[in-house]
């Protein structure tokens, strides 16, 4: 009986270790980072063009002297804040047309290189940085030109300026969600990196 038992239990091992290993299925992240990449440039792009395009002259009182009394103009360039935003968004939309290329010439391979993955997770966060710090700065000069500041007499300037405010509301939009979008390409890439990684 004994010389039984023993061959019982050698084939029920050979049987567990002949079965596959459970493995969940292999899924190309690049389907989802292609699209919000191109996402990314259009949003970089619009809010390109909405900063360029915002110009507004209407007839204002800078002071009480009858000579300063006539058309002002406003742009974007008379604001270092929104010089500096235009400047990240126009470095953003640059990378998102390079990481457009490096996401769609690995949309193919089944396992993309650790080295590209890192540096797109590494620029990724940067242009987090970059974009949110310059969304922060415009969104200071657009509160300061929507609300005013009383206490240190700064008169709000969106009531004559209606236009150019809202210039500023739209690329402000679009900043913000360039800024989301690459959030989750962080994410993104940070996720690929840990699974090429295990």
């Given at each position: 009986?004994?010389?039984?038992?023993?061959?019982?239990?050698?084939?029920?091992?050979?049987?567990?270790?002949?079965?596959?290993?459970?493995?969940?299925?292999?899924?190309n992240?690049?389907?989802?980072?292609?699209?919000?990449?191109?996402?990314?440039?259009?949003?970089?792009?619009?809010?390109?063009?909405?900063?360029?395009?915002?110009?507004?002259?209407?007839?204002?009182?800078?002071?009480?002297?009858?000579?300063?009394?006539?058309?002002?103009?406003?742009?974007?360039?008379?604001?270092?804040?929104?010089?500096?935003?235009?400047?990240?968004?126009?470095?953003?939309?640059?990378?998102?047309?390079?990481?457009?290329?490096?996401?769609?010439?690995?949309?193919?391979?089944?396992?993309p290189?650790?080295?590209?993955?890192?540096?797109?997770?590494?620029?990724?966060?940067?242009?987090?940085?970059?974009?949110?710090?310059?969304?922060?700065?415009?969104?200071?000069?657009?509160?300061?030109?929507?609300?005013?500041?009383?206490?240190?007499?700064?008169?709000?300037?969106?009531?004559?300026?209606?236009?150019?405010c809202?210039?500023?509301?739209?690329?402000?939009?679009?900043?913000?969600?360039?800024?989301?979008?690459?959030?989750?390409?962080?994410?993104?890439?940070?996720?690929s990196?840990?699974?090429?990684?295990?």
């Amino acid at each position: 009986m004994a010389s039984t038992d023993k061959p019982a239990a050698h084939s029920d091992k050979t049987e567990v270790e002949s079965q596959p290993p459970n493995h969940s299925p292999c899924i190309n992240l690049f389907l989802v980072d292609l699209p919000l990449r191109v996402l990314l440039f259009a949003s970089t792009v619009v809010a390109i063009v909405l900063i360029t395009t915002s110009k507004d002259t209407e007839i204002a009182v800078v002071s009480l002297a009858p000579s300063k009394f006539g058309p002002r103009a406003a742009k974007f360039t008379h604001s270092p804040a929104l010089i500096y935003f235009l400047v990240a968004v126009s470095v953003a939309c640059l990378y998102s047309i390079l990481s457009i290329f490096a996401s769609f010439s690995s949309i193919s391979k089944p396992a993309p290189p650790k080295t590209l993955l890192l540096v797109l997770a590494f620029f990724d966060a940067l242009f987090v940085g970059i974009v949110s710090s310059a969304l922060g700065a415009a969104a200071g000069v657009a509160y300061i030109g929507y609300k005013g500041n009383s206490h240190v007499g700064w008169n709000k300037i969106c009531n004559v300026y209606d236009k150019f405010c809202r210039h500023i509301a739209g690329y402000l939009t679009m900043a913000l969600l360039a800024s989301i979008i690459l959030v989750f390409l962080t994410m993104l890439s940070t996720y690929s990196l840990y699974r090429r990684s295990r």
